[in-house]
């Protein structure tokens, strides 16, 4: 027992000492140095730069800029400091990413799905979302304390001499994923959905189209994975959770309109 005791305790004084606070006043684990999973984003970016061709049609690329930096200019100060480099990548990948450290990359599949600026929007609010929040910071932070843990598990299982030592450690690592880590994936998904959200309503954009992407999403999906054992809340929920909070991001589009504001960015 005495194996058990230490350990947990090293565990609990990491996660006390941690404690952070997302844009929506989630609270937070934060263990990793934010300055490296900056540098790890702009290696990441780079090394992708490397094997990804970069598109040549200037229209999509200005495009993409064009909305992209429309969402970035509503974002707290740092970010619109940020030096950001924005591209759009040759590939079918219905896909769009931002990685700490200013890098936002776009697949040209993307575009052939988000039908118009409003939807395209969405993809970047949500992305930047990722960002602002310090997603990928805090999934390294708690891949460190679930390695932790079930290295702490698997020596506490050495001590006791049992006889199903392989059996109850891999039913563990199968518990902390589906239980820790695959929810956790969902919870930063959806926090970047409502975050995304305002931010692209601030950027003078219709969110309601969100919810026209995501039915578009839906479309392309096929047959979806059970969401207990999916990174991402399917496309249902997702369109729950933006509609919940539509009422509360309306204003903002709404003055923006009236004021004349709003983004025009050619497709």
């Not at 940020?82 to 200013?102: H, M």
């Not at 890098?103 to 990722?130: C, D, P, R, W």
Request: charged share 20%; aromatic share 4%.
């Amino acid at each position: 027992m005495r194996s058990l005791v230490k350990p947990s305790v090293l565990i609990l004084a990491m996660l006390a000492s941690s404690c952070a606070e997302s844009p929506t006043g989630r609270p937070q684990l934060m263990l990793t140095d934010a300055a490296q999973v900056n540098s790890l984003g702009a290696q990441s970016f780079a090394e992708l730069k490397e094997k990804t061709p970069i598109t040549k049609q200037k229209k999509a690329s200005q495009y993409v800029q064009c909305v992209a930096k429309a969402v970035i200019a509503v974002t707290p100060s740092k970010y619109q400091q940020t030096p950001w480099e924005i591209e759009v990548f040759e590939g079918d990948e219905v896909n769009a990413f931002a990685l700490p450290g200013g890098k936002i990359g776009v697949y040209s599949g993307l575009l052939l799905v988000a039908e118009n600026q409003h939807q395209l929007a969405a993809v970047i609010g949500h992305e930047i979302a990722h960002v602002m929040a310090e997603h990928a910071r805090e999934r390294m932070s708690s891949n460190q304390v679930i390695q932790t843990a079930l290295g702490v598990t698997n020596v506490a299982l050495d001590a006791m001499s049992t006889n199903y030592k392989k059996e109850i450690s891999g039913a563990l690592g199968l518990g902390a994923q589906v239980g820790i880590a695959l929810p956790f994936s969902r919870i930063h998904e959806s926090e970047a959905d409502v975050i995304g959200l305002e931010l692209m309503a601030k950027a003078g954009f219709d969110p309601k189209q969100s919810v026209n992407l995501w039915q578009n999403m839906a479309k392309q999906g096929g047959k979806a994975p059970l969401q207990i054992l999916s990174t991402h809340p399917v496309p249902e929920t997702r369109i729950a959770t933006l509609e919940r909070n539509m009422p509360s991001v309306m204003k903002y589009y709404e003055d923006r309109k009236a004021q004349g504001k709003l983004p025009s960015c050619d497709k």
